[in-house]
T-cell receptor
Framework: QQPVQSPQAVILREGEDAVINCSSSKALYSVHWYRQKHGEAPVFLMILLKGGEQKGHEKISASFNEKKQQSSLYLTASQLSYSGTYFCGATSNFGNEKLTFGTGTRLTIIP | DARVTQTPRHKVTEMGQEVTMRCQPILGHNTVFWYRQTMMQGLELLAYFRNRAPLDDSGMPKDRFSAEMPDATLATLKIQPSEPRDSAVYFC??????????FGDGTRLSIL
């Protein structure tokens, strides 16, 4: 069963912050975040492993709550280039590389 | 920048025809994945290989789909016979063991 992402879609003005959530009904071992622009390939953003860590990448960071079986992606001071659909991909145990991708969140940044 | 290369980028064909999609993984990557993306189902894993050996193809309809890696620089996904419900974008991704997956630009397939 695929992870559920929320919100499904969000529109923000440039400079505003966004949070995208990824929730799984199964135990999570790792969560991979990707961004896909229309008509293009998904682009890797970051991986989080079991352990509740938080990672940062410029103004994009993410957290992983193992107990809640949830990961959140944070985009601060959003830029026009952040527009796209964000997907989380989850694995359920060590040694399993099969990613089950979430339902996707469409983010639109307007000037 | 090294990239995963997929051919063709677009394919339109009639129902019943054989379709072959090709993927050249990034040099040095030993793991190759095939995904299918549709509006209804999202991104689904069809199959993946490590060092050219198939590790999992449980996501692939076995009766009409087949995936192979003839050599380390080429992965193929075949559909025979094709059906309209196979219309989708097919992505190939490559990576190293337990490392991020890098996606190709995809093959947009339309079966009439």
């Amino acid at each position: 069963q695929q992870p559920v992402q929320s919100p499904q879609a969000v529109i923000l003005r440039e400079g505003e912050d966004a949070v995208i959530n990824c929730s799984s009904s199964k135990a999570l071992y790792s969560v991979h975040w990707y961004r896909q622009k229309h008509g293009e390939a998904p682009v890797f953003l970051m991986i989080l492993l079991k352990g509740g860590e938080q990672k940062g990448h410029e103004k994009i960071s993410a957290s992983f709550n193992e107990k809640k079986q949830q990961s959140s992606l944070y985009l601060t001071a959003s830029q026009l280039s952040y527009s796209g659909t964000y997907f989380c991909g989850a694995t359920s145990n060590f040694g399993n590389e099969k990613l089950t991708f979430g339902t996707g969140t469409r983010l639109t940044i307007i000037p | 920048d090294a990239r995963v290369t997929q051919t063709p980028r677009h394919k339109v064909t009639e129902m019943g025809q054989e379709v072959t999609m090709r993927c050249q993984p990034i040099l040095g990557h030993n793991t190759v994945f095939w995904y299918r993306q549709t509006m209804m189902q999202g991104l689904e894993l069809l199959a993946y290989f490590r060092n050219r050996a198939p590790l999992d193809d449980s996501g692939m309809p076995k009766d009409r789909f087949s995936a192979e890696m003839p050599d380390a620089t080429l992965a193929t996904l075949k559909i025979q016979p094709s059906e309209p419900r196979d219309s989708a974008v097919y992505f190939c991704a490559s990576g190293l063991e337990y490392q991020p997956q890098h996606f190709g630009d995809g093959t947009r397939l339309s079966i009439l």
